[in-house]
């Protein structure tokens, strides 16, 4: 009982900084500028603009179709905190008065993106969006093998950013793309931050030295799998380590201090558990 009250608290303080960093982000930056985000954020920015409805008011109803969705597909505990999570960014962009913190158009793109994809990141450890976007992207991907979830929002943000440029200038457009850009980035950061899992797989005639090095200086759980080379069909041990990025470039060393030919293949996970992985300390 004490753990899930210490985990709703840290949800609601996680999702309350969430709420505050996005409105910053969306009224301390780029309302006075015009900019846009992606997502439903950047449709309802959009039509805030050309149709001089209150961004607050936008944001909350665009969002419910999402949420409803979100509901059916996902679970009642995220559509609550989702829509809760919602309707504080719009109480937040309708009462708090942000100050308009630079005139400068770079400052505020990328200032402004760091704050929305803050906000964003930390509503998600939260266990909430303030973005129906993910959810339908989510969705849709889950219905079709063609496509993956970053290329569906790629493919929606084309047209946003692309109206905004019909409606507004390409100017605006392409401020608005770098602020996408800046928040997609930060919120990358806040959900897998540095310590980000990479799987390193290392192939070496010296293979067994190579495991027994990560094994017994670097503390590194490390799998051996069984293969062969293609051309001489001679067995050859395989070995496989996921890591934090951090520890990343020891696990090179190592494996090139005894082989400085291993050929060494790295790819970025997003998310891994169990074994000798370390866990991320906002989950």
Partial sequence: MKEHTIRILKDVILISFGILSAGMGLKGFLSSSGFIDGGVTGISMLLADVMGIPLAILILLFNIPF????????GKWFALKSILAIAGLSLC???????DITPDL??????????????????MRGGAVLDGTEIAALLISRQTAMF???DIIL???????SAAAFFKNVEVALYSILTYFAASKTLDFILHGIEEYTALIIISDKSEEIRLKIINELRRGITVIKGKKGLSGVDQDILFCVVTRLEMGRIKRCAQEIDKDAFIVIDALSDAEGGLVKK???H
């Fill in 67 to 74: 949420i409803i969705v979100g509901y059916k597909q996902i």
């Fill in 93 to 99: 962009l309708a009462f708090i008065r942000y100050p």
């Fill in 148 to 150: 993956r979830v970053g």
């Fill in 155 to 161: 493919v929606m943000n084309i047209f946003i950013f």
């Fill in 106 to 123: 770079l400052l505020t793109a990328v200032f402004g993106g760091f704050f929305i994809g803050a906000g964003i990141g930390l509503a």
């Fill in 280 to 282: 991320s300390k906002l």
